[in-house]
C-alpha cells in the first residue's frame, strides 16, 4: 500500500506564499514501485474536488488556468516527493489541498490520495 502525506499547508495573507509538499512511502519504498505522476487538487467548501497541477515522472506539467503563472509544481523523483510553490495568493485559493500520487508495482496500478491539507488565504 502506498501512504501519502502532505504537509506546509497554513494561513497566510493575501499576495503571500506557501510550499506544500507531499512524500509518498510505504509500498514506494519496495523494487518494483514507479511513480507515473503525482499531483495537487483542492476541493473548497461547497465546491467539488479540482485539478490544481500535475506533473510525470520525467517532469512534464500541467497547471489549471487558476495556477498558471501563480504556482509551481516540481518532483523529487529519489525521493517519491512533490511540491507546489503557491505564490501571490489570492483568498479565491483558499481550500483543502490534496496529494494525488498514480504509480505501479511492478503489473499492480495504484492511484493514492492523501488526507488533504488546509490553505487558508486571508484578505
Known amino acids: 500500500q502506498v501512504q501519502v502525506v502532505e504537509s506546509g499547508g497554513g494561513l497566510v495573507q493575501a499576495g503571500g506564499s506557501l510550499r506544500l509538499s507531499c512524500l509518498a512511502s510505504g509500498l514506494a519504498s519496495e523494487i518494483g514501485f514507479n511513480i507515473i505522476a503525482m499531483g495537487w487538487y483542492r476541493q473548497a467548501p461547497g465546491k467539488q474536488r479540482e485539478l490544481v497541477a500535475t506533473i510525470t515522472s520525467g517532469g512534464t506539467t500541467n497547471y489549471a488556468d487558476s495556477a498558471k503563472g501563480r504556482f509551481t509544481i516540481s518532483i523529487d523523483n529519489g525521493k517519491n516527493t512533490v511540491y507546489l510553490e503557491m505564490n501571490s495568493l489570492k483568498p479565491e485559493d483558499t481550500a483543502v489541498y490534496y496529494c494525488?500520487?498514480?504509480?505501479?508495482?511492478?503489473?499492480?496500478?495504484?492511484?493514492?490520495w492523501g488526507q488533504g491539507s488546509q490553505v487558508t488565504v486571508s484578505s
Open positions: 494525488n500520487v498514480r504509480s505501479y508495482y511492478y503489473t499492480l496500478m495504484n492511484n493514492d
